[in-house]
Nanobody
Framework: VQLQASGGGLVQAGDSLTLSCAASDHIVSDWAMAWFRQAPGKDREFVAA????????YYSDAVKGRFTISRDNAKITSYLQTNSLKPEDTAVYYC??????????????????WGQGTLVTVSS
């Protein structure tokens, strides 16, 4: 399984971006997916997660109300809609997938596969 993240870029504070994560295998449509991010000099942190049905979503406090995670299982792709971006959102954003049916979505260890990351830079 391979995950391909895309959609990052350089934007101004207050702008929006939509990140995409395309999977190479339809088995991922049965897996939970998530987004993490890592700013320079900081640990990788949880951003958002979605169950395989897309029905349940989870967010970090830092992005709740501004970011929306979704998925299209026909396209085996997850999306992260980022609105009202702030300079502190600047980071490399990674998508991930896990085959676990019950998992601690906020930590990295349950995730079996990771994308290569896409850089989001928010200028003030």
């Amino acid at each position: 399984v391979q995950l391909q993240a895309s959609g990052g870029g350089l934007v101004q504070a207050g702008d929006s971006l939509t990140l995409s994560c395309a999977a190479s295998d339809h088995i991922v449509s049965d897996w939970a997916m998530a987004w993490f991010r890592q700013a320079p000099g900081k640990d990788r942190e949880f951003v958002a997660a979605v169950t395989y049905t897309g029905r349940d979503t989870y967010y970090s406090d830092a992005v709740k109300g501004r970011f929306t995670i979704s998925r299209d299982n026909a396209k085996i792709t997850s999306y992260l809609q980022t609105n009202s971006l702030k300079p502190e959102d600047t980071a490399v954003y990674y998508c991930a997938a896990t085959s676990a049916s019950n998992w601690y979505y906020e930590i990295t260890s349950p995730y079996d596969y990771w994308g290569q990351g896409t850089l989001v830079t928010v200028s003030s």
